[in-house]
């Protein structure tokens, strides 16, 4: 066997090496894995307290067609508004409005977020809670 032989046929089988070795499925590339972190949701409006690396979760739920909106004040932002869908037997259901606030600290401090809930020419109905980064 030929320098160039050899070099070539550990071109080849390098990358399939690599495969078997990160165990691998024949053919596909490892999974990537993601970052576990902690999600505190809150079950009631009473005041708690998270780490700077946690991040908060708060749904609120309306009527169908209802404008859900949320405020943060204190050292914390709004990391993503989710509209959540309920599937039942393979089926969306209907009639609730629900919406997953997720929010993230920026620095230590109090934390005020107030959800406001808004369907046609109702008065709004506004949820508070708070909580305390340590």
């Given amino acids: ?3 160039f032989q050899f070099v070539a046929a550990l071109a080849v089988a390098a990358p399939t090496l690599a495969f078997v070795a990160n165990d691998a499925d024949e053919g596909k590339a490892p999974e990537a894995r993601a970052a576990r972190r902690v999600v505190v949701v809150s079950q009631d409006a009473k005041p708690f307290t998270v780490e700077p690396r946690q991040i ?3 749904t609120a739920k309306s009527v169908a067609g209802s404008k859900i909106v949320a405020q943060v004040d204190g050292p914390a932002k709004v990391a993503a508004e989710n509209s959540v869908l309920t599937v039942k037997d393979g089926h969306v259901l ?3 409005e629900r919406v997953e606030f ?3 600290p920026t620095g230590k401090g ?6 406001t809930t808004t369907f046609l020419n109702n008065p709004p109905t506004v949820k508070t ?4 980064v340590k």
């Fill in 110 to 115: 109090t934390v005020t977020v107030k959800i």
């Fill in 56 to 58: 908060v979760r708060l």
């Fill in 102 to 104: 997720v929010i993230k």
């Fill in 94 to 96: 209907i009639g609730m």
């Fill in 129 to 132: 809670y708070e909580f305390e």
């Fill in 1 to 3: 066997m030929s320098l």
